[in-house]
RNA sequence: GGGCCGGUAGCUUAGUCAGGCAGAGCGAAAGGCUCUUAACCUUUAGGUCGGGGGUUCAAAUCCCUCUCGGCCCGCCA
């Protein structure tokens, strides 16, 4: 029996006081599934702390007064503009939201509601504007000295002599990364500075500016009391940001560094790790498209943080849906890959993938090819979810050969067929009426065995003559699903020539 | 150059902290249900635990070393 690595966590962190989690993304771009691994990792944590009985509560630091970094190649040329500025000063690059920032945080709150996870959520450009990070700018003005020396011990990087952990916005152009800070008062708390554009000015602790990110990270667990942080392994390494966090955190700040989980990102099969900047991006929502919460879950809960996940959404992300819904899994990682009641699907992925592509778009239709498997449709909506999981599967990513459709004509590859062959189509078209799916299923064996001819042969030339390739559905089923009377005509066409 | 994480069956992996018979799922193969249609049942095969060395009665597990993959030591989750 394995302790699971969230509860693991939590065991540490139990009889220490109520506990914050904390997370945090930047909204620079969509946020994609290696992104929420974090959120999720955090979660899990969450979860366990609250088991066992642990005062806790979940955090999510948005990081909108980061400015964007560089023009994104999903961005119009015209936002060239906007680099430098704080995410949450840019328009909206869609102009659908308030601001760049919202049009990639929103998407993301919907989806970690459907994911089940409700954290408080911290907008930074508001804590900065609303002067929670006053007293810790401050400190780090007055300490710039000391934190310059933590930097180099730690990271080994020699800072430049001017070198300020508060980098201003700019009133006039309104970009970050374009001012100097010339000098500050602290008892007014406003800073100096130029900028490259030629304006000079003097901004305020209170939304004029921004920590840098290895003083801003510290600072901020001082001010939220952050006890637990997911992190990603590039803060991880020796020398990395958590390193130098820490020591900022005891020696300036005088708290006690969060306990950290260090996490690896994910892969998409094939391409690598996922990167907004590289394009390899599959997005929570695109995910939820296609699997039910809880699998999403499910996939992240699995794993232990440290070991990356080789994601592959075609054909074996249905071994990861049916390994959930089959309860397969470990029992504790399915108690918290657990969103709201919803229990496991009552209809098999797999199976709805064949069902879907028989019904079309027709609910009733779905509901009828599945009741004829033998299947429960008593819970139409959790079907009719799956059953849009499973379109938006088939469209982006399912491998070809697990795809058919229905030609409304008779397939010309049916020319190809044995004489032989076609002759028993048409001795099968005279023996359907009326039957079910399963005799008509029979049928077919024993037409071929009448005939003497190899089943296999038989089927393949069905399929033919209905899809237009050699393999499909189970035959019996299919057919059934199908009007009658189209069947038989379909079957003599394909036996007369 | 220095560091961090990972390498266990064809694939995904548990077990590594705290040494004690290498386990599971998927896939594969064989068989069964008068039935290949991605359905079900039964069974089987599959391993140099990345390589080498060391410690030990005993090493996937601890130590050293090499190697491969990824990442970090500017910025960035």
């Known amino acids: 029996m394995t302790i699971h690595w969230a509860d693991v966590a939590a065991e540490k962190l139990a009889g220490q006081g109520p506990q914050t989690v904390a997370t945090g993304i930047t909204p620079s771009g969509q946020i994609h599934l290696g992104n929420m691994r974090e959120v999720m990792t955090a979660d899990a944590v969450y979860r366990a702390l609250l088991d066992r009985g642990v005062e806790a509560r979940l955090i999510y630091i948005a990081d909108t007064y980061d400015p964007l970094r560089r023009l994104y190649p999903f961005l119009p040329k015209s936002f060239e503009e906007h680099v430098g500025k704080p995410l949450s ?24 509601d459907r994911l089940g996870i409700e954290p408080e959520v911290h907008r930074a450009d508001r804590m900065y504007k609303e002067g929670l990070y006053v007293d810790v700018i401050k400190t780090a003005l007055e300490k710039r000295d000391e934190i310059a020396r933590i930097l180099k011990e730690v990271s080994g ?101 969060p306990y950290p989980v260090v996490y690896e990102w994910i892969h998409l099969k094939g391409k690598g790790a996922m990167h907004s900047s590289t394009g390899i991006v599959v997005t929570i929502r695109d995910m939820l498209d296609v699997v039910p919460p809880e699998v999403l879950r499910y996939l992240i809960i699995r794993s232990k943080p440290e070991k990356h996940i080789e994601f592959d959404p075609g054909l074996p992300l249905l071994n990861l849906i049916e390994e959930y819904d089959r309860r397969a899994g470990e029992e504790r990682t399915l108690e918290l890959s657990t969103v709201g009641a919803e229990g496991p699907a009552q209809v098999p992925y797999r199976h709805m993938v064949t069902a879907v592509q028989i019904a079309g778009n027709d609910p009733e239709q779905l509901f009828a090819v599945l009741d004829r498997s033998g299947y429960d449709t008593t819970n139409r909506d959790q079907i009719l979810s799956r059953a849009s999981n499973v379109r938006a599967w088939l469209d982006r990513y399912a491998p070809p050969f697990v795809k058919f459709q229905l030609q409304e004509t008779l397939p010309s590859k049916v020319k190809n067929i044995d004489p032989e062959l076609r002759e028993a189509l048409g001795v099968l078209a005279g023996r359907i009426e009326g039957k079910c799916a399963e005799d008509i299923h029979n049928e077919v064996y024993a037409v071929a065995e009448e005939r003497g001819i190899d089943g296999k042969k038989l089927f393949g030339a069905i399929y033919v003559a209905f899809l237009g390739q050699k393999q499909g559905p189970k035959v019996g089923w299919f057919l059934a699903s199908l009007d009658e009377e189209f069947v038989k005509e379909r079957l003599i066409a394909a036996s007369a020539d």
């Open 89 to 112: 000063e840019i328009p909206c690059p869609e102009g659908c939201c308030e601001s760049y920032a919202d049009h990639f945080l929103l998407p993301f709150f919907d989806s970690l």
């Open 157 to 257: 990087r020699d800072l430049p002599q001017d070198w300020c952990p508060l980098d201003v916005i700019c009133r006039s152009c309104g970009r970050l990364n374009t001012t100097k800070v010339v000098g500050f008062d602290l008892a007014r708390e406003t800073a100096d500075y130029v900028c490259k554009c030629g304006h000079q000015g003097t901004a305020s602790f209170s939304g004029g500016g921004k920590l840098a990110w290895r003083v801003d990270w510290p600072a901020r667990w001082s001010i939220l009391k952050v006890t637990m942080e997911p992190f990603g392994k590039d803060h991880a390494t020796a020398g990395g940001s958590y390193d130098t966090g820490k020591r900022i955190s005891e020696e300036i700040y005088g708290y006690s560094a």
